[in-house]
């Protein structure tokens, strides 16, 4: 949605096309970090992205057992916004599809599922999407694939995927906020049971990380076990637990950490989840989605507009964004392999804290470290796209750009 914003802004023709109806999906990553806010500033629109329904947080906390740490602290960072905003996706994605429609060449297709790619002698030219009224062929000088970690256009594709592995999954939940609950989105963890929660304004978004492959042995145990495991890692939270009336109410998300050796091939291009899939650990996946877009459309309009648009200008975009991908996929598999991996298995309770959150207590400058890390992350983006208005006349020509969402 982002890169079709920037694309139809400078003058590129871009078709969206979107499998739903609408973008209400529950359980989508929610944050909006420093980066992709700085972002919103550079296109002018900060006051209208603030005017939208979200929560900010200035500083990242965790508890573990008795002990409350701040893990990192925004208020330090060299940008307009030094927080992280809590806004549900579907409302960033409908802000992002009213601004791209105020250009002609910004055109959103609801309710189109891309099923196939068309190729000709080797190059992808576009793309086959089932909609309500039959199928649908898209043809465009490129197509770029950003449909997520289970994506369609890279299968279809026959893309390698490297697996990093990770040894948890995570289970979503939902429940009540009560106007005396703690007003901290922090992740709490207790004797091998780590619970994250995020402030919703009327609810918690709970995030209950298992071992890798545990759900069946957890529901074996039956939802009263479950219950009672949430309530002791939470004990604020035990009168509400039974708001989750059976397991349809907990939704799994496996944690997938992987990326495309290969981001594209010729007329075709892969970015966000879709070439690299991100743990939740720091919650950066929708940003890092959002600065691949970001370097995309700044390598990619001028060629597009030219008709020009090569390998070599699509490679250039794995190679401006693979060192970001690999350095925060390291911290995650780093994360998982000796914090998050260790906690869930560990049956005793911690009555030490470890050393890297003892410094953290001690030395509060510290916490400015991982908020650089989370809040712009290894490399943020900036917009070096113009407004089409402004662009020599000469370049106003439009090419087909086909985005799966």
Request: glycine share 8%.
């Amino acid at each position: 949605m982002v890169l079709g914003f920037l694309l139809a802004r400078a003058g590129v023709d871009v078709v969206v096309l979107e499998k739903h109806a609408d973008f209400l999906r529950d359980f989508r990553g929610d944050t909006i970090h420093p980066s992709t806010l700085e972002l919103m500033v550079e296109l002018g629109l900060i006051e209208e992205f603030q005017q939208q329904p979200h929560q900010g947080f200035t500083q990242l906390a965790a508890q573990i057992e008795d002990f409350t740490v701040t893990i990192a602290d925004f208020s330090h960072l060299p940008t307009h916004c030094k927080f992280i905003a809590l806004m549900p996706q579907w409302d960033f994605l409908n802000f992002m599809a009213e601004k791209g429609k105020l250009y002609p060449q910004f055109h959103l297709r609801m309710e189109s599922e891309v099923t196939d790619l068309m190729e000709e002698n080797g190059r992808v030219v576009g793309v086959r999407a089932r909609t309500p009224q039959g199928m649908l062929e898209v043809r465009a000088d490129l197509t770029v694939g950003a449909d997520g970690r289970h994506s369609i256009v890279r299968e279809k594709a026959g893309m390698e995927v490297i697996d990093c592995g990770a040894p948890i999954d995570v289970l979503w939940m939902r429940l009540s906020c009560q106007p005396d609950d703690p007003n901290q989105t922090l992740g709490r963890f207790r004797t091998g049971k780590i619970l994250i929660t995020v402030d919703r304004g009327d609810y918690w978004q709970c995030a209950y990380v298992i071992p890798k492959g545990a759900l069946d042995a957890i529901r074996q145990k039956g939802l009263a076990s479950f219950r009672e495991n949430i309530a002791r890692v939470a004990p604020f939270l035990c009168e509400r637990m039974e708001e989750i009336k059976s397991w349809d109410d907990i939704k799994l998300l496996t944690v997938m950490v992987d990326r495309l050796r290969q981001w594209s091939r010729a007329g075709l291009l892969c970015i966000g989840d879709s070439a690299h899939a991100m743990s939740p650990v720091g919650g950066v996946g929708i940003n890092l989605a959002i600065q691949d877009a970001v370097a995309a459309a700044n390598i990619l309009a001028q060629p597009l507009l030219r008709g020009t648009v090569g390998e070599e200008d699509l490679r250039a975009v794995q190679q401006r964004r693979e060192y970001p991908t690999r350095m925060t996929q390291g911290f995650q598999v780093f994360a998982h392999k000796r914090f998050l991996g260790p906690a869930v298995n560990n049956k005793a309770a911690i009555h030490r804290l470890p050393l890297p959150f003892r410094l953290l207590q001690k030395f509060p400058v510290l916490c400015r470290i991982p908020a650089r890390m989370l809040g712009l992350g290894f490399r943020p983006e900036h917009v070096r796209t113009p407004d089409f208005q402004s662009l020599p006349s000469g370049l106003n020509r439009n090419k087909l750009l086909s985005l799966h969402i």
